[in-house]
C-alpha cells in the first residue's frame, strides 16, 4: 500500500517547520509569498508513470531489473507550477524528482532516517526552484521538464510565458502553429487531437495579444487569480507585471 498523506507529511514536517516561507497545502509544501509561478515540491503516492514495481541494480557493467514493492511509497517532485496558465490542480510535470539516495531503492515513509534525507535534498533544492523566476528562466526550464510523463501539452504554457514576458507577436506565432498542427495541417499526425474548441479558445487568445500588452495582462492576472484559488494559494499571491 502506498504512502498515505499523514505519512508524506510528517516526513517533511521538519523541513516546513524550519522555514517560515514553507506551509502545506493538500499534498504539496508550497513556498510563499506566490508570484508567476508557484515554487515548492509536490508529495504523492507513485502512480503507473512512476513505473512503482521496478527499479535496476548494477551487476558488473550490466543494469538488472529489480521488482521493488509499492509499500510505503511515495514520490517526491519539486513543484514550479505557472498560475497563468489556467489549471485546477496541482501539476507536478512543471517539475523534477528528487533523486533517490543510492543507498535506498525507493522514496519510502518506513525507511530509517528518511525524514533527514527528505529534508536535506529538498532544502538543497530550494533555491534552484526559486531562481526561475523570470519567464526567460521559466522557458528554459519547461522545456526540459519531463511533462510527457504526465501526458501535459506543454504548448499553452510556451504561448502565454511569451505573452507574460511581452513577446506578443512570437505568442500569436505559436498559438497559430499549433492551431495549424492540431488541425492537421503540417501534413503529419498530430500529437494532440484537433478539437475545434482547442482551436476556438487560441484564436480568443490572439485576439487579446493583438489588443497589446495591456489588455494581455489583464487575462494574465484574471488566469494566476482564478488559478491561484483553485490552489488553495490565494492568500499569498500577489499580481506584478512582468512588462507594462
Known amino acids: 500500500m502506498a504512502a498515505t498523506l499523514r505519512e508524506m507529511r510528517h516526513v517533511a514536517q521538519p523541513l516546513v517547520d524550519g522555514d517560515p516561507r514553507l506551509a502545506f497545502v493538500g499534498r504539496a509544501i508550497v513556498l510563499h509569498p506566490v508570484g508567476h509561478w508557484l515554487h515548492g515540491f509536490s508529495l504523492a503516492p507513485p502512480g503507473p508513470q512512476q513505473h512503482p514495481g521496478m527499479y535496476f541494480v548494477k551487476r558488473g557493467e550490466r543494469l538488472i531489473p529489480k521488482a521493488v514493492s509499492g509499500k510505503a511509497r511515495f514520490?517526491?517532485?519539486t513543484l514550479l507550477q505557472p498560475l497563468y496558465?489556467?489549471?485546477?490542480?496541482?501539476?507536478p510535470g512543471y517539475g523534477r524528482s528528487l533523486r533517490v539516495p543510492l543507498k535506498m531503492d525507493a522514496w519510502r515513509v518506513t525507511t530509517p532516517d528518511v525524514s533527514r534525507i527528505f529534508c536535506e535534498l529538498a532544502a538543497d533544492a530550494i533555491d534552484s526552484i526559486l531562481n526561475v523566476d523570470t519567464p526567460d528562466k521559466f522557458g528554459i526550464w519547461a522545456e526540459h521538464a519531463s511533462l510527457h510523463e504526465f501526458e501535459e501539452s506543454i504548448a499553452p504554457a510556451i504561448i502565454l510565458t511569451h505573452a507574460l514576458a511581452g513577446r506578443l507577436a512570437t505568442a500569436i506565432r505559436e498559438a497559430?502553429?499549433?492551431?495549424?498542427?492540431?488541425?492537421?495541417?503540417?501534413?503529419?499526425?498530430?500529437r494532440d487531437p484537433a478539437t475545434p474548441a482547442r482551436a476556438r479558445r487560441l484564436r480568443r487568445l490572439i485576439r487579446v495579444f493583438e489588443a497589446g500588452q495591456a489588455r494581455t495582462n489583464r487575462l494574465l492576472r484574471t488566469f494566476e487569480w482564478?488559478?491561484?484559488?483553485?490552489?488553495g494559494v490565494r492568500r499569498?499571491?500577489?499580481?506584478t507585471p512582468a512588462v507594462e
Open 75 to 77: 514520490w517526491p517532485r
Open 85 to 91: 496558465v489556467p489549471a485546477r490542480r496541482l501539476q
Open 176 to 190: 497559430e502553429r499549433n492551431i495549424a498542427i492540431w488541425q492537421g495541417a503540417t501534413g503529419k499526425r498530430a
Open 226 to 231: 482564478i488559478t491561484a484559488r483553485h490552489l
Open 236 to 239: 499569498w499571491w500577489t499580481w
